[in-house]
């Protein structure tokens, strides 16, 4: 049965299930969780008794203190055309920097690749008196003149298939390079051509087969559409899916297609559509997609990148909505084909189409529609097979649990595509106008703003249940952009207050973040107390620009307010890097606040990095001061631009004074047991900490870094002086100070 009728036959029961919140999606089997089994994923502790934060990330079991970097593998791949020994080269970097975790794109294009072949060759033929005459270089043409037969032509291309490797073919298109700028929009027709043994070295408008004068014969499979009409140079696509699997069930090794031009007789009639030919720089080339067919080679190639480094991996899952958009290049052209993508009231999609060259996200840039329940099928089906299969790497790897977590879709939007709104006859569509959400939006009651709320619930909570209902359940997150048309936290957390985590009538979606680029020290200390800490969310900048020298003080300020960070990006094209193409760090020109005489930043970032490392378990089960923690003290962290700090503060009844002199740095107090406390200090080379009243009570002062829990002692001699009855410690750069006590501090 056609799809689509089929689709349209279940509309209204979906539609019942929606509303009656019966559904439930995708394949699930029988799970292996955190509780029964430590070596299997991550988790989001929520209020646990044994920890003082709130929100606290476990790793089988055991507390993670999350500071990240993303990777950009698609970019650099697609862009930079990185091989695989860079690729990993920049997994070797982020470890060596310090951080603890990376995230890494994978595409649903990943997993489930199209295939494409080039054509095999191609050319065109000619009536009247070119009848006779062979066409088969500058191009493949077509173009009609009315009552003109010498100008009239259609362009044939053939490409061989053996090389498909999978079984059943659900999606398959042509591409074709339009090389002319035309004054009006044009229009072809693609016909498939039975009769395939023709040659481009013999053609002719006389021998060809497939069509009698200008009429083609064969079976018309595709036209341009009105929203995609041929006037740029560019590449335009056409499906050909039923004729090309025929014709693979038929056996056949070939396919033909004939091209003809269908431009109405007003625009430029007798004007060719020159398309570039099978030798050309941009040549035809047939894409090929089946929906049941899996390769990891990808996936397990990133997953033991890391695993070599020691770093934790989270999966961006880049699929129906990245950045409001689902493109060619991220989604199986199956998926784009077969399944519903935001419309317009009269049916046409909603399309931002790049230019060949300039097509880094894809030519294509649809967005598909999130209440498709067929599609949400599709796609739950689809990540709970990758992380099933993360599952099986796992066991088969030594239970390393490099995986951590998933973000499930990225910087989401209802409402808007690529983050723009989008408008009809100059009003401003305020959700997908398919049948299916008009219908949801009438029936449900919903207002604009609740329609999308809900809208954007149930598809990220539907894909995160795919993640928690696999072998391998990990946390799972979303990222925000500035300015989302569906926050989502209050919505989420809701649903988690009413019905719990990680059940059906409450939320499997732990948390939802921040991309907030441009923000400031002071904004991004306070980020940690703000909204996006409203009920059990666990605050995180999920992306914040890798560009700005004060990178490692814009991570120290979001993890002193009680956030947690994240680096947007090692490197990459987008203009946010660490590192540039060459895999050298970023140069700062002079001028600049916090390198006035310009240069690199990547040893301070490398610096704090590795510093906060020594403290890596109590950062991740502590509360700050900020967060109003009792026993996590931060010092001139949020933002000042002050040379002369002097801050005191309290732990329980211990008065802690930090002193610098060096402008941006920074002291870490904490109490870890009732006998000792752990001092820190970043930048300055001599900065002092004071600990009142407790000079006559010491038992140790050492430099050392904890394991887990356990501390380990350090080399070297550290410098202390009493004064009075107080202690005064002398603070190397990036240094950490233990100091230990008879009695009980105050």
């Not at 070119?130 to 362009?155: K, P, R």
């Not at 099986?392 to 690529?418: D, F, I, M, W």
């Not at 503060?649 to 930090?658: F, P, Q, R, S, V």
């Not at 904490?670 to 820190?680: G, H, I, T």
């Amino acid at each position: 049965m056609n799809r689509f009728l089929f689709k349209k036959m279940v509309c209204v029961f979906l539609i019942l299930l929606v509303l009656g919140n019966i559904c439930a999606f995708g394949k699930e089997i029988t799970m292996i969780n955190q509780a029964s089994n430590p070596y299997a994923g991550s988790r989001v502790v929520f209020d646990g008794p044994q920890y003082e934060r709130d929100e606290v990330l476990e790793v089988a079991g055991e507390p993670f203190f999350y500071n990240g970097i993303q990777i950009r593998i698609d970019k650099v791949v697609d862009w930079y055309h990185f091989d695989n020994a860079k690729v990993k080269r920049l997994f070797e970097i982020a470890k060596n920097d310090g951080y603890t975790v990376v995230n890494c794109q994978i595409r649903w294009m990943d997993v489930q690749q199209d295939q494409s072949f080039k054509a095999k060759e191609s050319a065109y033929i000619r009536g009247g008196v070119y009848a006779n005459q062979t066409f088969n270089t500058g191009g493949i043409q077509t173009f009609y003149e009315e009552g003109n037969e010498s100008n009239q032509a259609l362009a044939y291309v053939k490409f061989d298939i053996s090389g498909w490797t999978k079984g059943d073919i659900e999606g398959a298109r042509i591409r074709l390079y339009s090389r002319n700028s035309l004054t009006y929009g044009h229009y072809v027709s693609v016909y498939g051509c039975d009769d395939t043994p023709w040659s481009k070295d013999t053609i002719t408008w006389n021998n060809a087969p497939g069509h009698s004068g200008y009429t083609v014969l064969g079976e018309k499979l595709s036209q341009t559409p009105s929203w995609d009409e041929i006037k740029s140079a560019n590449y335009y696509d056409f499906d050909v899916t039923d004729y090309v699997e025929k014709a693979r069930r038929e056996g056949k090794k070939e396919v033909s297609f004939i091209i003809k031009s269908t431009t109405p007789s007003g625009n430029e009639p007798g004007v060719p559509i020159v398309f570039d030919d099978f030798d050309d720089n941009r040549p035809p080339q047939i894409f090929l997609s089946s929906e049941d067919e899996y390769d990891w080679e990808y996936l397990d190639r990133i997953i033991g990148y890391a695993e070599e480094y020691g770093l934790k991996l989270e999966v961006l899952w880049f699929a129906t909505d990245t950045c409001s958009l689902s493109t060619d290049i991220r989604v199986p052209y199956y998926v784009l084909r077969n399944y519903q993508k935001q419309v317009y009231s009269v049916g046409t999609p909603w399309l931002k189409k790049a230019t060949a060259g300039n097509d880094i996200t894809g030519l294509y840039q649809f967005i598909m529609c999130k209440n498709d329940m067929e599609l949400r099928k599709k796609e739950y089906e689809a990540l709970n097979t990758v992380f099933n299969h993360i599952g099986e790497y796992n066991a088969t790897h030594g239970y390393k649990n490099t995986v951590v977590g998933c973000q499930v879709c990225n910087e989401p939007n209802v409402s808007r595509l690529h983050n723009g709104s989008v408008y009809e006859n100059g009003v401003k569509l305020e959700n997908c106008q398919c049948n299916t959400c008009v219908t949801l939006k009438q029936n449900g009651g919903f207002s604009h703003q609740g329609f999308r709320d809900w809208t954007m619930f149930e598809y990220c909570n539907n894909l995160a249940k795919a993640v928690k209902k696999s072998s391998y359940p990990v946390w799972t997150r979303v990222n925000n952009v500035n300015g989302t048309d569906a926050w989502g936290v209050d919505y989420n957390e809701a649903k988690r207050a009413s019905g719990g985590t990680d059940t059906d009538s409450g939320t499997y979606l732990d948390f939802i973040g921040l991309d907030p680029y441009g923000w400031n020290r002071n904004q991004l200390y306070n980020f940690g107390t703000g909204s996006y800490s409203n009920g059990r969310n666990l605050p995180m900048v999920m992306e914040c620009g890798g560009e700005n020298s004060m990178s490692a003080l814009m991570m120290l300020a979001t993890v002193a307010g009680g956030a947690f960070y994240n680096v947007y990006d090692l490197c990459s094209p987008d203009g946010h890097g660490m590192y540039d193409q060459n895999l050298n760090p970023r140069v700062i020109g002079a001028g600049d606040k916090y390198l006035p005489n310009g240069g690199t930043y990547i040893e301070d970032v490398r610096n704090h990095n590795h510093w906060l490392n020594k403290i890596a378990h109590p950062l991740a089960v502590m509360k700050p001061d900020k967060a109003g923690g009792k026993n996590l003290m931060f010092f001139n962290c949020e933002g000042t631009d002050i040379s002369n700090i002097n801050v005191t503060k309290m732990i329980d009844g211990l008065y802690i004074t930090y002193k610098s002199d060096t402008i941006y740095s920074s002291g870490i107090a904490f109490k870890k047991s009732s006998r000792e406390v752990v001092l820190l200090s970043s930048k300055d080379t001599d900065a002092t900490f004071t600990l009142a009243d407790i000079a006559n009570d010491v038992k140790t002062v050492e430099f050392g870094h904890y394991e887990k829990d356990k501390w380990v002692k350090d080399e070297g001699v550290v410098s202390y002086t009493r004064s009075g009855n107080n202690l005064v410690v002398t603070m190397p750069s990036f240094s950490v100070v233990r100091v230990e006590t008879y009695n009980d501090l105050p």
